[in-house]
């Protein structure tokens, strides 16, 4: 699991930093789900990661809309190369919404058909 090491407190409020680590929590309990950090808590809400076929993510939830891009390896999840899928949310969006971003990026995960990888044996 990866967090942010900072003090954030004074900005953001020991309530959204509990939240930002129930979020990555949630998320990385996730077999397919090797790494993530919350990168801006609201407004939009963004997730960076890595899955664990060592793809990187991003997951972005604002103005009723939530995104994820996953890059192929060795690709920002910002490049061309990317595939996203989008399907709606609240307009508004926070990292304390823990239940609705972890749905949503369940639901987007599975529309863009990420399985947890299988190790091969011989």
């Given at each position: 699991?990866?967090?942010?090491?900072?003090?954030?407190?004074?900005?953001?409020?020991?309530?959204?930093?509990?939240?930002?680590?129930?979020?990555?929590?949630?998320?990385?309990?996730?077999?397919?789900?090797?790494?993530a950090r919350v990168t801006c808590d609201a407004?939009?809400?963004?997730?960076?990661?890595?899955?664990?076929?060592?793809?990187?993510?991003?997951?972005?939830?604002?103005?009723?809309?939530?995104?994820?891009?996953?890059?192929?390896?060795?690709?920002?999840?910002?490049?061309?190369?990317?595939?996203?899928?989008?399907?709606?949310?609240?307009?508004?969006?926070?990292?304390?919404?823990?239940?609705?971003?972890?749905?949503?990026?369940?639901?987007?995960?599975?529309?863009?058909?990420?399985?947890?990888?299988?190790?091969?044996?011989?």
């Amino acid at each position: 699991m990866t967090t942010e090491d900072r003090d954030d407190d004074w900005m953001y409020g020991p309530g959204t930093l509990a939240a930002r680590a129930v979020l990555v929590s949630r998320l990385t309990s996730d077999p397919r789900i090797a790494s993530a950090r919350v990168t801006c808590d609201a407004a939009p809400l963004q997730i960076e990661g890595e899955l664990d076929d060592e793809r990187q993510f991003y997951f972005r939830a604002r103005w009723g809309t939530a995104a994820l891009s996953i890059a192929p390896v060795g690709y920002s999840p910002i490049d061309a190369e990317v595939r996203t899928e989008h399907i709606e949310c609240s307009q508004w969006m926070a990292t304390e919404d823990v239940g609705e971003a972890f749905t949503l990026f369940a639901a987007l995960l599975a529309l863009l058909e990420v399985h947890p990888r299988q190790e091969v044996t011989e």
